[in-house]
């Protein structure tokens, strides 16, 4: 693989990660309403992801804007619920890295960092909380989409849905682009 392979196959993955979940219908938001209208099953194997994604999870009408250039992109969503979507990503460089951020009503709940080296196929994720504070790390290999592994602070190794890494889900499902409050 050569080095200006690596962004297309980083985009590749993160547009199958989207793909994945329509305008901020991820399984994980299936899941949040499920039997008893719990939140109980979002990302359930890492407890640690469950409460941060539980109450910020994207529902409704959205909008969205951003824009992108040969070396990255940004792309704000807003949901009818409250919730927002800020993901930032930068492909040049030995490392491509991104930076999604979850508010709700303008308070933020929690953001995930990725970075993959532009010779590698192993994505790696800081979960972080609504103070910024580290409570897990992750990985997922580009060419095995599906699965990842999360360990939570003090905790031992979990897999995990993939969608779990992209929680927020993606914005083309979105209608007109618009702007975010």
Known sequence: MTFTDRPLRLATLVVGFALASGCGRTEMGVLARGAGGGASGICAEAPCLASLFQGCVPEG???WEGGSSPGGRGIATCYSNGVSVSDME????PIATGSVTVAR????????????????DVVSYVFRDANGQQVATGTTTVDKIGTAVVTC?????TAV????????????????MGTCP
């Open 105 to 120: 009503n303008g308070t933020r709940c929690y953001s995930i960092d990725s970075s993959l080296p532009m010779d590698g």
């Open 153 to 157: 602070n003090g905790s031992t190794a």
């Open 90 to 93: 930068l492909y040049n460089g």
């Open 61 to 63: 009408s959205c909008t």
């Open 161 to 176: 849905s993939d969608s779990c890494m992209d929680p927020a889900g993606d914005s083309s499902g979105c209608g007109d």
